[in-house]
């Protein structure tokens, strides 16, 4: 097997040529994400970024990410859960039969409203397989974090939760930007749980979040400790709402964003599992065993 993986986000590309054994031979990034594409023209970055890959005997491209969004260079329709590997595969959107397709995201109904991944579905079954696990709760932080419960090897339900989102805007267009340090600095462990322990007692991030203002009113909280405080008020308001003990936890994403949630669920007594972009790799290269033989 020649495969070409492609993670293409809305502001960068990565590509990764993976061997049979699903050894990553070698990997490459561009600031090419889908917003930096006009209309026509992934066919042409993409080989630019790897088309000596693609010219390889029997090679397999497989793209995820917002690359199979509407503003991407074709919708892949997202796959309804429950969705396994089985789903996935025959989900796909064939760019070039046999040779090129788009991985598609996975939708979820709760009381009447649809929630969406798209590009963390495949790190879930990459962690899957990675970890020999059937079962578990999936986290994937970022501006969205992805909440992805799994059972039986299959993706049941998932939430998205704005947290990363939240914490900017309340960050630097709120009366908390007053109070606040012009940069993050190094995390304060120290404030930054103690943001955890609040969120748990606030029971809401209306009312926690102004405790910020607050703290440093009263001189109660230096200046420097603020963002990292804050930031535990926005993670653990996001915990509050899981019941998470007894569960197999994995966070998947960059060092320091999994550091963080990991602190904050050790801070509650939840021990969590963390991987990277390994993840995304043996999910690509694990979809494409599935496939069998091609279309």
């Known amino acids: 097997m020649n ?85 996935l595969a025959r989900a796909l959107a064939w760019i070039a039969p046999g040779k090129i397709a788009l991985v598609p995201g996975l939708s979820v109904d709760f009381l009447g409203t649809p929630d969406v991944l798209r590009g963390e579905e495949v790190q879930v079954f990459g962690a899957m397989d990675l970890l020999q696990l059937r079962d578990g709760v999936f986290v994937l932080p970022g501006t969205h974090c992805k909440w992805v419960r799994v059972a039986e090897g299959r993706v049941l339900n998932f939430a998205t939760f704005m947290s990363g989102e939240v914490y900017g805007l309340l960050r630097q267009h709120s009366i908390l930007a007053r109070s606040l340090p012009a940069e993050d600095g190094a995390l304060d462990e120290a404030a930054f749980l103690r943001g955890v322990r609040h969120a748990q007692q606030a029971r809401s991030i209306l009312h926690g979040a102004f405790s910020t203002r607050t703290l440093a009113l009263f001189d109660r909280l230096p200046q420097p400790a603020l963002p990292s405080y804050l930031s535990g008020l926005v993670i653990g308001d996001e915990l509050r709402t899981h019941a998470l003990h007894g569960l197999d936890v994995v966070l998947i994403g960059s060092p320091a964003l999994t550091e963080r949630y990991a602190l904050a669920l050790r801070g509650l007594g939840c021990e969590a599992r963390r991987l990277g972009s390994e993840a995304t790799w043996r999910g690509h290269w694990s979809l494409a065993r599935q496939l069998g033989n091609r279309p």
Request: charged share 20%.
């Open 3 to 87: 495969l070409v993986a492609v993670d293409w986000g809305t502001s960068s590309l990565r590509v990764a040529r993976i061997d049979g054994e699903g050894a990553v031979v070698e990997e490459r990034r561009s600031p090419r994400g889908i917003l930096g594409v006009p209309a026509g023209a992934f066919p042409a970055v993409l080989r630019e970024s790897c088309g000596d890959w693609l010219d390889l005997p029997g090679a397999l491209c497989l793209i995820s990410g917002m690359a199979g969004s509407r503003q991407g260079w074709q919708e892949a329709p997202y796959c309804p859960c429950p969705a396994g590997f089985d789903e």
